[in-house]
């Protein structure tokens, strides 16, 4: 299932991303879904930028790697779970 949802704000840890204001707009190609089935997130380029940068600020150690010339996705040791909090 799927889920259209109202998102005001972007957080990574205690930080919250400086995005515009119209970025979370509703209408025509607008509006965020949450997809319960999917592990890929797809962003715009004004979310997605910050975003990435933001989580490496916070953990350097993360290593980046693109799949299939496309997804870009962050390869961690289960050691680097310790500090996502549930």
Do not use: R, W
Not at 8 to 26: E, H, I, Y
Request: with cysteine.
């Amino acid at each position: 299932p799927h889920y259209s949802i109202n998102m005001t704000a972007v957080q990574v840890g205690l930080d919250f991303l400086n995005l515009p204001t119209d970025v979370f707009g509703v209408g025509d190609n607008k509006g965020t879904i949450i997809d319960s089935g999917t592990t890929l997130a797809y962003l715009p380029e004004m979310v997605y930028e910050p975003l990435v940068s933001k989580i490496i600020s916070q953990q350097p150690d993360l290593k980046v790697h693109t799949v299939h010339d496309e997804y870009t996705c962050f390869q961690y040791s289960e050691s680097d779970t310790e500090f996502i909090q549930y």
